[in-house]
């Protein structure tokens, strides 16, 4: 049972827009989520956290936000660039001990 | 940053040898380390914790006979990959989050990966 998820295996968006990846959870007992970015044959990259206690948290052009209730976080990137495109990776744990991935979704930012 | 090193980043081996992957943390120390396994174009699945100074804890489903994990010193980590078969070809991938201040400032840190093949 997959108890973290992404629906959208992939998704392309043109440079300057907003790019919007989603993700589900379905553990309620999750209190910490991440976002992560992998390139192939590459270790994944830490972007940005939120705890349970915050619905929003934003570092420069990514912003994630969390609705507890729907169990549901979504991770903006605004204005994209191409740089952006790799696979993101929506992450939680509970208690600050390990961590679960869910699938990702492939961003493909268009010049 | 913290800085999580991986070493090798590919191996290639004969069926029925062991192969053993290093991870240390470079610039911090780590009580807890994990051990991900990623196939083509699937997410990364969590093997299992290792422990520095006690046993690791397995996920369902992986062989701890299999894939011995050793965490000796708060900065290295290792899995060991008995009698590699074919199957086992895959991406091994370590991480750390440092043993300091609250997990809410300290994400976990990812090796660069290491890519199993046996032939």
């Known amino acids: 049972d997959q108890q973290v998820k992404q629906n959208s295996p992939s998704l392309s968006v043109q440079e300057g827009r907003i790019s919007i990846l989603n993700c589900d959870y379905t553990?309620?007992?999750?209190?910490?989520f991440l976002w992560y970015k992998k390139y192939p044959a590459e270790g994944p990259t830490f972007l940005i956290s939120i705890s349970s206690i915050k619905d929003k948290n934003e570092d420069g052009r990514f912003t994630v936000f969390l609705n507890k209730s729907a169990k549901h976080l979504s991770l903006h990137i605004v204005p994209s660039q191409p740089g952006d495109s790799a696979v993101y990776f929506c992450?939680?744990?509970?208690?600050?001990?390990?961590?679960?991935f869910g699938p990702g979704t492939s961003l493909s930012v268009i010049p | 940053g913290a800085v999580v090193s991986q070493h090798p980043s590919w191996v290639i081996c004969k069926s029925g040898t062991s192969v053993k992957i290093e991870c240390r943390s470079l610039d911090f120390q780590a009580t807890t380390m994990f051990w991900y396994r990623q196939f083509p174009k699937q997410s990364l699945m969590l093997m299992a914790t290792?422990?520095?100074?006690?046993?690791?804890?397995?996920e369902q489903g992986v062989e701890k006979d299999k894939f011995l994990i050793n965490h000796a010193s708060l900065t290295l980590s290792t899995l060991t990959v008995t009698s590699a078969h074919p199957e086992d070809s895959s991406f091994y991938i370590c991480s750390a989050r440092p043993t300091w201040g609250r997990a809410d400032n300290s994400p976990l840190h990812f090796g660069n990966g290491t890519r199993l093949t046996v032939t």
């Open positions: 553990n309620s007992m999750f209190d910490y």
């Open positions: 290792s422990n520095e100074g006690s046993k690791a804890t397995y």
């Open positions: 992450a939680a744990s509970t208690n600050y001990d390990k961590v679960i």
